[in-house]
C-alpha cells in the first residue's frame, strides 16, 4: 500500500501537470495584457498591445492617476456605490429570502403556495422580459437610486434565492423546531437563533452566487439608476469605452485593473468558500 | 403514530409561524411584486400596444409582432444566437469535462490549476468584453484587419471569450459531480477489467449525468441570454445590408432587443413583443432541456 502511494504519480500524471500548467499560463494571458497595457501610453496600446512596456511606453502609474478621474466622473464614487448595492443587496436577499423560504417550508397555505410557483416560474424568465417595464415601475416607485436599488435586487432575485433555501430548509429536521418551541421560543427566535445557523453552508453559497451576479451586473443599474448622477463600475468601464470618440486604452486598462484587483484580493481569501458555493448553488435541481 | 406527529409539529411550528406572515414573507413578497410580478404582466400587456411611457399606451393588437417577425435584424440575431448556442454549449462542456476529469486524477498542482481556470468568473461581462477586444485587435492588426471587420471574427470572437469565461465555472460543476462517483462501482469496473474508456463512457458518464443536466442548462440559457459581452465586444458591428435593410451581423438576441427599442419611441412596443417571444423561446428551451437530459439521469 505504501509503495503505491509513493508511486502515485504517473509519467502521465507528470506530463499532465506540465500540460495544465502551460494551459494555466495561456489562460492567464488575457489579465496579463491588462496589467501591462496599462503602464503604457495610449499610442503604444494601440500600437502592439502584446509589447512589453518599454522605456518609451511605459508611463508608470500615469494611467491610474488619469483614471480616477477620467470621464469626468470620479472612478472612486461608482467604486462606492458599486461596494454599497452590492453589500446592501446581497444582505437584503439573504435575510428575506431565507426567511421566506422557511415559512414556505413550514406553513402549508394558499398564499405559500402561490409564491413558491411563482418563484419557479421567475426563475426561466430573462431580464429582458421585464426590463423595460421594471425601469417604469423603479422610476415610479423612487427606486432610482443607489440607496433603493438593492430593494429591486431583492424583487428580481427572490425566486433563485428562496429556491436554493428551501432545499435545504426541508432537509432540517423538523424536532429541533418544536424542541424549541417547546422550550417556549417563539417563531422569531427560532428563526434567528435555530434555523439560521443551521443555514450557514447555504447561506454562503446563495451569499456568493449573488454577490457574483450584483456585482457584475450592467443592464439592471444601467436602466434603473440615474446615470447621470450614478454609476457603478461595470457601467463607468462602458462609459469610459463606449461614449468618448478617441478613447484612451492605456487609462481604460487602468480602470479595469482597478475594478479586477478588489475581486482577486477577495478570491484569493475566500477561494474555498467560493468553489464551494458554486458546486452547492449547481447541484440545486 | 405518524398522524399524531404530523398534528403536533402544525401545533407547534406552523400555527405559531402563521401569525408571523408579515414579517417573514411580506417584505420578499412586496419585492417580488415590484421586482418581476407586475412588470412581467404589465411587459405582456404593453406588447401589445404602441407606447412611449405606459401611461399613453394605445392598444395595437398582434401589429408589434407582425413586425418582430418582418425584422430582418431580429432574426439575423436569432440565427446568430442559435448558432452561437450549439457552439458554445459543446464547446464549453467538452473541455470542462475533460478538465475537470483530468483535475481529478492524482496530479500535481491541481488546486492551483483549478484556482487559474475558475478565475475568469468573477470579472464582469463588460470588462472582459473591453479586455479581449483589444487582444483580439491587436492579433488581427498583424493581418492587416480588425474584429468588426467581419461578422466571422465577432463571432468566434465571442466564442473564444465566453469559452474561456465559463469553461472554470462548469469545471467546478463537473468536478463535484466526478467526486461523487462512487468509489465501489469504479473498483467493480477495474476488477471486472473494465477498459479507460469503458469506464468513462459505461460507469462515470452516467453518474454525472445530473452535473451534465444543469452544466448544459447553465450553458443553453447562459448564451441565450448573453448581453454584456456581445455588447462590449463588437456592440453588433459590423452593419451590413441585407435585403435592403440595415442589420448589426454580430447581434444576438438580448442586445437586438435591446437596441430596438432605443431606435426611438415607435419601436418601444415592438422591443417588448420581442421581448415576450424571447422569453417564450428561453422557457420552452430550457423545460424541454431539462425534460430531456432529467430523463437520461441514473437514480440511485
Not at chain 1, 28 to 47: D, G
Not at chain 1, 137 to 144: C, Q, R, S
Not at chain 2, 122 to 139: A, E, H, K, Q, T
Not at chain 2, 250 to 275: C, D, P, R
Amino acid at each position: 500500500m505504501k509503495k503505491k502511494i509513493n508511486d502515485q504519480y504517473t509519467p502521465l500524471s507528470k506530463a499532465l501537470s506540465v500540460f495544465f500548467a502551460v494551459l494555466s499560463v495561456v489562460w492567464l494571458i488575457p489579465i496579463f495584457e491588462v496589467v501591462i497595457n496599462s503602464l503604457k501610453k495610449n499610442e503604444y496600446v494601440n500600437l502592439d498591445p502584446f509589447a512589453l512596456p518599454n522605456e518609451e511606453s511605459f508611463v508608470g502609474f500615469a494611467n491610474y492617476v488619469k483614471g480616477m478621474t477620467f470621464g469626468n466622473y470620479p472612478f472612486l464614487q461608482s467604486v462606492a456605490y458599486s461596494l454599497f448595492i452590492t453589500v446592501a443587496s446581497v444582505a437584503l436577499i439573504l435575510l428575506f429570502c431565507s426567511m421566506s423560504a422557511w415559512y414556505i417550508a413550514r406553513v402549508n397555505s394558499t398564499m405559500s403556495n402561490i409564491f413558491y410557483y411563482l418563484c419557479l416560474f421567475s426563475m426561466i424568465v430573462p431580464f429582458q422580459m421585464v426590463m423595460f417595464t421594471l425601469t417604469f415601475t423603479a422610476d415610479k416607485l423612487n427606486l432610482n437610486t443607489p440607496y433603493t436599488i438593492p430593494i429591486v435586487y431583492l424583487g428580481f432575485g427572490a425566486g433563485l434565492a428562496i429556491f436554493m433555501f428551501l432545499g435545504f430548509v426541508k432537509g432540517l429536521p423538523l424536532e429541533i423546531e418544536e424542541a424549541a418551541s417547546i422550550d417556549g421560543c417563539g417563531p422569531v427566535r427560532t428563526f434567528f437563533n435555530v434555523v439560521l445557523p443551521m443555514l450557514k453552508p447555504t447561506l454562503i453559497s446563495v451569499g456568493i452566487l449573488e454577490l457574483m451576479w450584483v456585482w457584475n451586473d450592467y443592464l439592471l443599474p444601467y436602466l434603473v439608476l440615474d446615470r447621470t448622477k450614478y454609476m457603478t463600475i461595470p457601467i463607468h468601464v462602458q462609459y469610459l469605452k463606449g461614449s468618448y470618440g478617441t478613447v484612451d486604452l492605456g487609462a481604460t486598462m487602468a480602470v479595469i485593473m482597478l475594478s479586477i484587483i478588489p475581486i482577486i484580493i477577495v478570491y484569493m481569501f475566500c477561494q474555498k468558500h467560493i468553489i464551494k458555493g458554486v458546486a452547492a448553488g449547481a447541484v440545486k435541481g | 403514530m405518524a398522524k399524531s406527529k404530523k398534528s403536533s409539529s402544525v401545533n407547534l411550528v406552523q400555527r405559531p409561524i402563521k401569525k408571523w406572515a408579515p414579517l417573514f414573507i411580506l417584505p420578499t413578497f412586496a419585492a417580488f411584486l415590484i421586482g418581476f410580478v407586475w412588470p412581467f404582466i404589465q411587459g405582456i400587456y404593453l406588447s401589445f400596444c404602441n407606447f412611449n411611457i405606459p401611461t399613453d399606451a394605445k392598444w395595437v393588437g398582434l401589429d408589434n409582432y407582425a413586425k418582430v417577425f418582418k425584422d430582418a435584424g431580429f432574426l439575423n440575431a436569432f440565427w446568430n444566437t442559435a448558432a452561437f448556442a450549439v457552439v458554445s454549449i459543446i464547446l464549453i462542456n467538452v473541455l470542462a469535462f475533460f478538465i475537470a476529469y483530468a483535475l481529478t486524477q492524482k496530479m500535481r498542482g491541481a488546486n492551483i490549476f483549478r484556482t487559474v481556470f475558475f478565475m475568469p468568473n468573477l470579472i464582469g461581462g463588460v470588462v472582459l468584453g473591453y479586455i479581449w477586444s483589444m487582444i483580439f485587435d491587436g492579433i488581427l492588426k498583424n493581418y492587416a484587419t480588425y474584429l468588426t471587420a467581419n461578422p466571422t471574427y465577432g463571432f468566434w470572437g465571442l466564442v473564444i471569450l465566453v469559452a474561456w469565461q465559463q469553461i472554470g465555472y462548469m469545471m467546478i460543476i463537473y468536478i463535484a459531480g466526478l467526486q461523487a462517483v462512487p468509489e465501489d462501482m469504479l473498483e467493480a469496473a477495474r476488477i471486472d477489467g473494465a477498459t479507460g474508456s469503458q469506464t468513462l463512457f459505461r460507469v462515470i458518464i452516467p453518474n454525472v449525468m445530473p452535473s451534465i443536466t444543469t452544466c448544459t442548462f447553465l450553458t443553453l440559457t447562459n448564451s441565450f441570454k448573453m448581453f454584456d459581452q456581445n455588447m462590449a465586444l463588437t456592440g453588433g458591428m459590423p452593419s451590413i445590408m441585407e435585403n435592403g435593410a440595415k442589420i448589426n451581423a454580430t447581434e444576438l438576441l438580448a442586445l437586438n432587443i435591446f437596441s430596438t427599442y432605443n431606435i426611438s419611441k415607435n419601436y418601444h412596443g415592438v422591443a417588448q413583443a420581442k421581448a415576450v417571444i424571447f422569453f417564450i423561446l428561453v422557457a420552452v428551451l430550457a423545460i424541454t432541456q431539462q425534460y430531456m437530459t432529467r430523463s437520461k439521469e441514473v437514480q440511485q
